[in-house]
């Protein structure tokens, strides 16, 4: 059964204090895996795609980057506006087009 | 529209009752998913379409839930008798393909409480 893990649960920063999250993930091969921003009251925002290790992504401040068992999103000098829930899903290799998603790091940034 | 829309965004029901929660995709968007999303969790895989077929229905947790796509666009996801269990925001989202690299975009969900 495919697993992700995401930590921290919560996150505060203060604004300009660079961090990291976390997503572990056990899946039977990787077809790709996700980052998503969720906003409260919204749907999740696609961020990046990640097929291999060794791949990394850059949004303005954010740095997606992958290993065989897990993901980090790099987030350099936050500002207040990235304060969201992140969220992680994978999707499996084979025929299935099912992603499965962590329950998130729900970070705050503090002006 | 631009984006995906569902409706309502929120609904109110009482245990027993009959829902339906609707879903515009994209326009030209093949593939339609839907999710289940409780407090504090990510969202959980429901049921997908590509064109008008249900291609995989395997996360519908009972047979409470159906869900159709008659024309290959707007979608209806329907609940038999409700549970307070059933509370929850349901998330649809639309791509362009299947394949991994085909970015799925959301949609604002439906807040379902069930009293």
């Known amino acids: 059964e495919d697993q992700v893990t995401q930590s921290p649960e919560a996150l505060r920063l203060q604004e300009g204090e660079s961090s990291s999250l976390n997503c572990s993930y056990t899946v039977s091969g990787l077809r790709g895996l996700f980052w998503y921003r969720q906003d409260p009251g919204k749907g999740p925002e696609f961020l990046f795609t990640?097929?291999?290790a060794g791949e990394e992504k850059e949004k303005e401040r954010l740095k997606a980057t992958l290993t065989k068992k897990e993901s980090f999103l790099h987030i350099t000098a936050p500002k207040p506006e990235d304060s969201a829930t992140y969220l992680c899903?994978?999707?499996?290799?084979?025929?299935?087009?099912?992603?499965?998603f962590g329950r998130g790091t729900s970070l705050i940034v503090h002006p | 529209g631009a984006g995906v829309s569902q409706t309502p965004s929120n609904k109110v029901t009482e245990k027993g009752k009959y829902v339906e929660l609707r879903c515009d995709p994209i326009?030209?968007?093949?593939?339609l998913y839907w999710y289940r999303q409780s407090l504090g969790q990510g969202p959980e895989f429901l049921i997908y379409?590509?064109?008008?077929?249900?291609?995989?229905d395997s996360g519908l947790p009972n047979d409470r839930f159906f869900a159709v796509r008659p024309e290959g666009s707007v979608s209806t996801l329907k609940i038999q008798r409700t549970e307070r269990g059933d509370s929850a925001v349901y998330l649809c989202?639309?791509?362009?393909?299947?394949?991994?690299?085909?970015?799925?975009?959301f949609g604002p969900g439906t807040r379902l409480t069930v009293l």
């Open positions: 379409f590509q064109g008008t077929g249900a291609a995989d």
């Open positions: 326009s030209g968007h093949t593939a």
């Open positions: 899903a994978v999707r499996p290799s084979g025929g299935s087009y099912i992603p499965t």
């Open positions: 989202a639309s791509s362009s393909g299947l394949a991994e690299y085909n970015e799925q975009f």
């Open positions: 990640l097929y291999s």
